[in-house]
């Protein structure tokens, strides 16, 4: 793999940037390979890099409909956090922001994390409730996540000067997770994507799987491509909103569905505010981007959708919620807004297992998905090789619907 450094910038600058490496190869397609995994987003492609980089497996294809890294990995807010509520999250999404730290290093590929902090900004007693119990558990974990009061959210936000004791809704206090982050979500796909290359995965854009194939024992034998038909006694599914659309060719349901979320940008500004800030009893929250943007996003809208655009009541509940806090905002004009189809369990925990179908693993419901990408590749790639699911990953089962074994996390990942 070239390495990317000041060195290799300058040394390519002076020669008009004309021998950069190509970061992945476009190999031909094989028809038969020992691991097929489809989607070439972010769960998809760190799944394929832990494969070969953790455990030695690197006769792997990773497949996608489009083009690698123009999905929700792409339209994504990019916020990274910890703060969730039930033993069964918590250490996995510590372990995720740990690793996207220490990704930039280990990828050789900027990523541009920003260790941000985020300020969750409450206006009900429920509210301050839920989070202070999800306090408690994080301090188990040794996640943070600390009670500031209204005084400190607005030294610490002068932008904010509404919500005070006449507003509709005043402000109580807040909660402060020094952990959260942001960064830049084309290169953690391109990142992953490079690596993994280096490492001999082959990567295979516009090749959209059509159907999965099962042998007469019932196991997975391979994919149908528009492209033929390839092989593979093991294939993970990580194609976000369309899990279902794929699994079902297979004969299997699972507990399901897609729904549409969105985000907006404002034209830039200068710095304005230096944490992500979240108003979860509003129903929207914002961080700036390194380009002065602010990156806006809002609450998902109610029924299942495949859009991937806006719809203008979420629009606008959306941007009136938060001139209710930042007045001063009405002035900003928008540039840009875009929508994402994910899917979504009855918990709103993930699923990351094998499936009733053996050999076909399916990593789904990644509702907050962006967060988790570097811990569910980890975790998934052990369970693929190993055949036992990763201690971090042990509760996220398909099994735990049938035995009413919820990992609730409702309101903590979506207001759903
Ligand atoms: C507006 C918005 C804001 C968000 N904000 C955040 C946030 O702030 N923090 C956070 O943690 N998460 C956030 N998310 C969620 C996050 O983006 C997703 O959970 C995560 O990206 C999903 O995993 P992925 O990257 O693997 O999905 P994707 O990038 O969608 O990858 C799936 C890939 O599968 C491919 N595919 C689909 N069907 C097929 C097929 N039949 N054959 C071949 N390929 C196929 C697609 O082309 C796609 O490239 C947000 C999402 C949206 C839409």
Redesign the pocket.
Known sequence: MQRYSIFSLARNALAGHRNWAQAWRSPPLRDRYEVIV???????LATAYYLAKEHGITDVAV????WL????????????RANYLRDASIPFYVKSVALYEGLTRELNFNLMHSRRTMIDVVHTYPKMRELRRRQLTMDIYGATYEQISTEEIRRRIPALTGGGPDARLPIIGGMVHTDAGVNRHDAVAWGYARAADARGVEMHQQ???LSLIRGADGRIEGVETTRGRLRARKVVV?????TTT?TETAGLKLPLRTMN???FVSEPVKPLVDVVVNCPDLGFYFSQSDKGELVI?GAPDSGQSFRRDIKQHVFEDTVGAMLELFPAFRKLKLMRQ???H?DITHDASPIMDETDVPGLFVTAG????????PAGGLCMAHHVATGQPHPLMAGFTVGRFKHLDFIMETGTTTAR
């Open positions: 489809i989607g070439a987003g972010g769960h998809g497949l996608d409909r489009g890294g123009g999905g929700n990995v792409a339209r994504n807010t990019v916020t990274i090749t959209p799987v990580a194609v976000s909103g369309h794929l979320l969105t985000a996003g875009w929508g994402g994910l990644w509702w907050g998905g962006y967060k988790a990408i």
